[in-house]
């Protein structure tokens, strides 16, 4: 048996889980949410059974159960995608371009620096819709000759990942550029 604390961020985030959890367990019937109240006790020897007694005399009898539990870590495999832009216009409109298209996507601006005048890099996490998961995507933008290269990092789950990028391209495609796919890459 596994207890699975989530910190959920916001109350959106909270509906998302438990769409995942009710699936489950409607699937499965080993998945369950529990109505209780959980608590992480970092106690040894007579702070325990102190807390512990203390807990008992303001409950009915039965209803406290007590498990050791070791933290485990576990996390789906990341996958990671790159895309190879070639933008032929100058590196301020490609920056204004990709702000637009990341504007209409759940995504949040995590970074974005000027390394010179023809060098900038940003960073994205967008969530994707349908219970997709998050993906991370960092740009690396180099201008040459009025042209603008874009290095496209696309890193999540796979599924997240798939479908960004085939959004990305599809987005890319109604403006004057040149895509090339780079090598696929998983990583654990």
Not at 101 to 127: C, G, P, Q, W
Not at 140 to 154: K, N, P, Q, V
Not at 159 to 186: C, P, Q, R
Request: aromatic fraction near 10%; charge should be negative.
């Amino acid at each position: 048996m596994h207890i699975i604390i989530l910190n959920c961020a916001d109350d959106t985030e909270k509906k998302r889980v438990r769409y995942v959890i009710d699936k489950w367990e409607a699937e499965t019937g080993k998945i369950a949410e529990l109505k209780a109240i959980v608590v992480k006790a970092d106690l040894d020897g007579k702070d325990m059974t102190d807390f512990l007694t203390e807990l008992y005399s303001k409950i009915s009898a039965g209803r406290v159960e007590l498990y050791s539990a070791e933290r485990e870590h576990m996390e789906p495999e990341k996958h990671i995608e790159r895309l190879n832009v070639r933008f032929r216009d100058d590196i301020k409109s490609v920056e204004r371009l990709i702000s637009f298209i990341f504007s209409k996507k759940n995504s949040t601006l995590r970074m974005h620096r000027y390394l010179s005048d023809d060098f900038a890099e940003m960073e994205y996490v967008v969530y994707m819709r349908r219970g997709k998961g998050g993906v991370s995507v960092k740009f690396a933008l180099r201008e040459y000759s009025g042209e603008t290269m874009a290095d496209i990092r696309l890193e999540g789950v796979q599924e997240a990942v798939k479908s960004l990028e085939s959004e990305l391209k599809s987005d890319f495609s109604y403006f004057d550029v040149e895509m090339g796919d780079d090598d696929k890459h998983s990583l654990k």
